[in-house]
């Protein structure tokens, strides 16, 4: 089992930035792809960023590339999402979530966190 908590989610006028964290727990985190996801109320979980064991490789949605920075510290079993030029449309529920294989579909995640509210005000 691997256990992931997301912090850093909050208010913030559009333009603006934040920092999601996801801590885990449990397995060996550096075994493990790590992908954030993200869902807006009346909609599906979406795609938003995934990364490597390793951290050289990943992926963004194009909704967020050039905005969004995926990023991990495998001493700190940490990945980090920072977010910034953030638009009202980027309000939703992040999750973090974790796969041994590099894979962009919530159903292809094994393990999940509870995720963190960011809302973007305009």
């Known amino acids: 089992q691997v256990q992931l908590v997301e912090s850093g989610g909050g208010l913030v006028q559009a333009g603006g930035s934040l920092r999601l964290s996801c801590a885990a727990s449990?397995?060996?985190?550096?075994?493990?792809?790590m992908g954030w996801f993200r869902q807006a109320p009346g909609k599906e979980r979406e795609f938003v960023a995934a990364i490597s064991q390793s951290g050289a490789r990943k992926y963004y949605a194009d909704s967020v590339k050039g905005r969004f920075t995926i990023s991990r510290d495998n001493a700190k079993n940490t990945v980090y999402l920072q977010m910034s030029g953030l638009k009202p449309e980027d309000t939703a529920v992040y999750y973090c979530a974790a796969d041994r294989r590099f894979v962009v579909l919530p159903n292809e995640y094994d393990y999940w966190g509870q995720g963190t509210q960011v809302t973007v005000s305009s």
């Open positions: 449990g397995r060996t985190f550096s075994n493990y792809v």
